[in-house]
């Protein structure tokens, strides 16, 4: 079982839509949650941390931790083509001190 | 990209050949990682620096040494080229103020062919 799982897609959304992406971990005392994302081509970018249980917010991201069913959503809204990427989720892994475990990413689609 | 450039931005070398990446950081940050980025695998961890000439081992660490001399400066070297090692290198610091609260920032990469 890999330690960080997510669907790597297509997903394609309508521009406008609500794009949602998934994250599943393994290790159940994992404490930190990252999204990034990446274009073709380049480097990742951070886009979202989440830390505790609940929603944050930032423009028009939300993530989502729900430790006890070991997942991490990251919600886009309002969809545009410049959001067209790869999304990695990456998690801190108990006892993984300062080290990242990445998934293996989510292509978005987002389409005129 | 968060102050961090990464040398040379493309390489084509010959199997056997010993080969040299260097991550160069302008944020004084303490930590510092090398990853490895390949189609299906996502980003694996090769080495990482906590501080000056302190550094560990990653998950894909075979085959690589790292070193780091100077809080700005972390190299990677690749002993002897093989064409398995062809991919897309990532540097990437931390400021790591909190083990729980570890943003990584990404620098623009290195993309390493082995023929």
């Known amino acids: 079982q890999k330690e960080v799982e997510q669907n790597s897609g297509p997903l394609s959304v309508p521009e406008g839509a609500i794009a949602s992406l998934n994250c599943t971990y393994s290790?159940?005392?994992?404490?930190?949650f990252f999204w990034y994302r990446q274009y073709s081509g380049k480097s990742p970018e951070l886009i979202m941390s989440?830390?505790?249980?609940g929603d944050k917010e930032d423009g028009r991201f939300t993530a989502q931790l729900n430790k006890a069913s070991q997942y991490v959503s990251l919600l886009i809204r309002d969809s545009q083509p410049s959001d067209s990427a790869t999304y990695l989720c990456a998690v801190i892994p108990t006892g993984g001190g300062n080290k990242l475990t990445f998934g293996t990413g989510t292509q978005l689609k987002v389409e005129l | 990209d968060a102050g961090i450039t990464q040398s040379p931005r493309h390489k084509v070398t010959e199997t056997g050949t010993p080969v040299t990446l260097r991550c160069h950081q302008t944020?004084?940050?303490?930590?510092m990682y090398w990853y490895r980025q390949d189609p299906g695998h996502g980003l694996r961890l090769i080495h990482y620096?906590?501080?000056?000439?302190?550094?560990d081992k990653g998950e894909v660490s075979d085959g690589y040494s790292v070193s780091r001399s100077k809080t700005e400066d972390f190299l990677l070297t690749l002993e002897s080229a093989t064409s398995s090692q062809t991919s897309v290198y990532f540097c990437a610091i931390s400021p790591a103020r909190d083990s729980s609260y570890n943003e990584q920032f990404f620098g623009p990469g290195t993309r390493l062919t082995v023929l």
């Open positions: 989440i830390y505790s249980n």
């Open positions: 620096s906590y501080g000056v000439k302190d550094t």
């Open positions: 944020e004084n940050h303490r930590y």
């Open positions: 290790d159940r005392g994992s404490q930190s």
